[in-house]
Each structure stands twice: as structure tokens, then as C-alpha cells.
């Protein structure tokens, strides 16, 4: 579901760049954590399980068939945007922090007005 929302968001952006006279040269590349979505939505077989967000896959199948889009394996613990979704320990908040470049400002103590 997520990655059918990301895809939904990265056309959408395509679309305003394109009318603000800006193309892009290539396709979005959406990093996904979850292996089996990436497979469905290689792979043209349907599953019984899978029935319920089959017009998800569609979607986010032929965003990547006209070269919207890639989607691309990225392990859990390298996710950036956990910061946003999960509770976290203040040493991977600030690491995750860190690779948005997110910087901390000085303490407001240390302001001298």
C-alpha cells in the first residue's frame, strides 16, 4: 500500500515539474523493505492472497512499465523514512536525522540576545 502511495506521489510530482517546464531524465526510484512487492510486481501471475490489492500492483506495474518509476530493494535498517512512521531510540533517530541532513540548531541557553 505504501508503495502504490509513493508512486501515486512521485507522478503527481512528475506532473507538476513537467508543468513548471522541468522534465525528468529518469524514472523515480522508490525504495521498498518488503521483498514481496517488489517480486508482485514483477511478476504478471495473480495469487489468491493477493487479490484484495491486485489494482494496487496494476498500478504501481505499469508506473514502472512506462518508465515512471523504479522500485528498488532497501533492508529495513536503512529505510530513512522509519524516522517519520516509528518510535526509535535516540541513537538511530539522530543517525536517521543525520542522513536526511537534518542538522541540530545550538541550545537556545547558548544565545546570547
Known amino acids: 500500500m505504501a508503495a502504490a502511495e509513493a508512486t501515486s506521489q512521485a507522478i503527481w510530482l512528475q506532473r507538476i515539474l513537467k508543468d513548471m517546464g522541468e522534465k525528468q531524465s529518469g524514472p523515480t526510484t522508490i525504495n ?3 521483498k514481496s512487492t ?3 510486481t514483477k511478476n504478471h501471475v495473480h ?3 493477493t487479490k484484495h490489492i491486485a489494482i494496487k500492483y496494476h ?3 505499469e508506473a514502472k512499465t512506462n518508465m515512471k518509476i523504479r522500485l528498488e530493494y532497501c533492508p ?3 529505510q530513512i523514512a522509519n ?3 516509528k518510535a526509535l531510540p535516540r541513537p538511530r533517530f539522530e543517525l536517521l536525522r543525520t542522513m536526511l541532513g537534518v542538522t541540530e540548531f545550538a ?3 547558548s ?3
Open 107 to 109: 541550545s537556545r541557553r
Open 111 to 113: 544565545i546570547k540576545v
Open 47 to 49: 495469487h489468491n492472497r
Open 38 to 40: 517488489i517480486a508482485m
Open 59 to 61: 498500478f504501481i506495474r
Open 76 to 78: 529495513t535498517e536503512d
Open 83 to 85: 524516522i517519520f512512521t
Open 32 to 34: 521498498c523493505d518488503n
